[in-house]
């Protein structure tokens, strides 16, 4: 048998390859490719398959979407689709997993070392108890993972798209702006890339400035650097809001293992997220704070825990 399995991470933005070595847990050949409108996963994945001039016959696809038993399976923030049959016959696999991005990344997080993690509050993690998982990226990602038997299992679902509760007249304010472009807001336009855009954007509103487009780089950027009031107050609500809604998954299943974030934003600016409003919030519970703050968060700085994750996902499909 091959030792080498294929794993993908694919977001709604960039598409990411790599080989897993399945004796030794490593991964390699690390690959990431911007997805455009009209592109196949399965001319990517021959396409990088023939660049490392390897034939594999396993393979783990992590992919931000849903995922049942259907077949074909389309993305939920790009047109990107595929068949699970198709890709089996053209690849000539004898295995093809395919797992929610963030299943992948919950799998990775009981094989990560501590250099891979940034601690923020709380005590040490009881791994009795089940962990949290989410993550702001092109969309906001979340799972659960909770140990049977001593086999860690991921519990996938779609918590990106519920609804985020405002609890001030400040607040209201902004999902008041939101709800005149969206309609129903679900969390998810407050806790991505797109999200950072949307707060600047409501707070523009409110402030009777016109509107401007922006990309959430350049608010992050002069929000570190002081030079924009707004994009300070934008980044600041953004920590504060995933602090509330990671403060929500918390007390939804009890989650005494701990709380990881994931996703591509917050790695960018530590610093600013640890001195933030961000833990305040996570703690900010009513009768349920002192339950909350004993609740350790992690943020995840491994490059590519998703692709870790699926290979993990795809060993433990072989034990």
């Not at 089940?130 to 092109?138: L, R, S, V």
């Not at 299992?153 to 918590?159: A, M, V």
């Not at 920590?239 to 509330?244: E, P, S």
Request: hydrophobic share 40%; aromatic share 8%.
């Amino acid at each position: 048998m091959n030792q080498y399995a294929l794993v993908t991470d694919i977001g709604g933005t960039n598409a990411r390859f790599a080989l897993y070595n399945l004796e030794t847990n490593k991964l390699s050949a690390i690959t990431k490719v911007l997805i455009a409108k009209d592109d196949v996963l399965l001319t990517l994945i021959k396409n990088y398959l023939a660049s490392q001039s390897i034939i594999v016959e396993m393979a783990c696809i992590a992919i931000a979407c849903p995922i049942d038993d259907s077949d074909v399976i389309k993305m939920t923030n790009n047109n990107l689709s595929f068949s699970r049959s198709e890709l089996i016959k053209e690849l000539n696999l004898i295995k093809l997993e395919v797992i929610n991005d963030f299943t992948a990344v919950s799998m990775s997080i009981p094989k990560l070392s501590k250099q891979d993690l940034v601690k923020i509050g709380g005590d040490e993690p009881d791994l009795n108890y089940p962990i949290a998982i989410y993550g702001a990226g092109t969309g906001l990602g979340v799972s659960h993972l909770i140990k049977v038997s001593e086999r860690w299992i991921s519990l996938s679902g779609e918590g990106g798209h519920t609804e985020l509760p405002m609890i001030s007249d400040d607040e209201d304010r902004i999902l008041v702006q939101l709800r005149k472009k969206f309609g129903r807001v679900s969390t998810e336009r407050f806790l991505s890339g797109n999200g950072i855009v949307n707060i600047y954007q409501a707070l523009l509103q409110i402030n009777n400035q016109p509107v401007e487009e922006i990309t959430p780089d350049i608010i992050v950027q002069k929000a570190l650097s002081h030079s924009c009031p707004l994009c300070l107050q934008t980044l600041t609500y953004f920590c504060t809001f995933m602090g509330r809604f990671g403060g929500n998954l918390a007390l939804m299943l009890n989650t005494l293992g701990g709380v990881y974030i994931a996703g591509g934003i917050v790695p960018r600016f530590i610093e600013f997220f640890k001195a933030s409003p961000f833990r305040q919030a996570f703690e900010n519970k009513g009768r349920m704070s002192y339950l909350v703050k004993k609740v350790p968060v992690y943020v995840i700085t491994h490059e590519d825990p998703g692709l870790f994750g699926a290979g993990v996902y795809l060993q433990n499909c072989l034990t």
